[in-house]
């Protein structure tokens, strides 16, 4: 499969540049692996947003049940980032 793609100068030149290090052996190939990597975050991301939304439900049970006092952000978000570390482990 081919697919032509435009990049602003600098973003090309970036490119270029990531080839001439030795890094990549051609432009295609750096594309490649930012591609891979973009696709990476995203499903990262994806999964703490379930992980937060999943223990944000709990949190809001648990004020509805009267047994989390007081509200803790910080520590929903450990609980998603572990929710999330766990779920990527799998």
Do not use: C, W
Request: hydrophobic fraction near 35%; charged fraction near 25%.
């Amino acid at each position: 499969m081919s697919t032509n793609i435009s990049l602003t100068p600098e973003l090309e030149l970036y490119a270029k540049n990531q080839v001439s290090s030795g890094l990549y052996n051609s432009v295609s190939e750096f594309m490649r692996e930012a591609v891979r990597l973009h696709r990476e975050k995203n499903i990262e991301h994806q999964l703490y947003l379930q992980a937060m939304h999943k223990e944000l439900s709990l949190a809001e049970t648990e004020i509805d049940q009267g047994q989390l006092s007081p509200f803790n952000m910080h520590e929903i978000s450990e609980r998603a980032f572990n929710e999330m570390d766990s779920e990527s482990a799998k």
